[in-house]
T-cell receptor, first 113, second 109 residues
């Protein structure tokens, strides 16, 4: 089974803090994604990466950056957390040979106070 | 944009059949996913339709009509464990996923 692991289930941070959300996948997938999920808005794509060292902006990249130094790990960085970044963050990975299926982690619920 | 529309909430009774509809914009469309997400858990893959027609997978079936911009997920013999959110997601411009807001299904005894 594909396993996508997000390092924290719950995080509480203060406004202005730098926040790192980590995601690791164990299936040697090339592509990785970060979404946020908010009530009434569904999942929205923040950033994605097609391969190591590569990154592409999604639909809502403002206030975020990412890092992909190793194939299995994709980090989402909030440079200076703000209250409007309180959300559920979901990581996903995909093998280009599996017909677009994205496999998701369980999510990190981030609260910014 | 590529609006994906699905109902916000639905209720059904254990043992019944429920159909969750999803409409989408057809420009740039390549395929449609259904995911299931239990509260506090990861979305899990249910189905992926590229061609018109019905695909059956056990108690779950998914239908696609590309010309009408319409899909549905059919759940038969409902069980309490089917209470979850069901996410419709369209694939656009080769591989970009656009998600609907999800349909929260509650199954009652």
């Amino acid at each position: 089974d594909v396993k996508v692991t997000q390092s924290s289930r719950y995080l509480v941070k203060r406004t202005g803090e730098k926040v790192f959300l980590e995601c690791v996948q164990d299936m040697d997938h090339e592509n990785m994604f970060w979404y946020r999920q908010d009530p009434g808005l569904g999942l929205r794509l923040i950033y994605f990466s097609y391969d190591v060292k590569m990154k592409e902006k999604g639909d809502i990249p403002e206030g975020y950056s990412v890092s992909r130094e190793k194939k299995e790990r994709f980090s989402l960085i909030l440079e200076s957390a703000s209250t409007n970044q309180t959300s559920m963050y979901l990581c996903a990975s995909r093998n280009t040979g599996t017909g677009n299926i994205q496999y998701f982690g369980a999510g990190t619920r981030l609260s910014v106070l | 944009g590529q609006n994906i529309d699905q109902p916000t909430e639905m209720t059904a009774t254990e043992g019944a059949i429920v159909q969750i509809n999803c409409t989408y914009q057809t420009s740039g469309f390549n395929g449609l996913f259904w995911y299931q997400q239990h509260a506090g858990e990861a979305p899990t893959f249910l189905s992926y339709n590229v061609l018109d027609g019905l695909e059956e997978k056990g108690r779950f079936s998914s239908f696609l009509s590309r010309s009408k911009g319409y899909s549905y997920l059919l759940l038969k013999e409902l069980q309490m464990k089917d209470s979850a959110s069901y996410l419709c997601a369209g694939v656009y411009n080769t591989d970009k996923l656009i998600f609907g807001t999800g349909t929260r299904l509650q199954v009652f005894p």
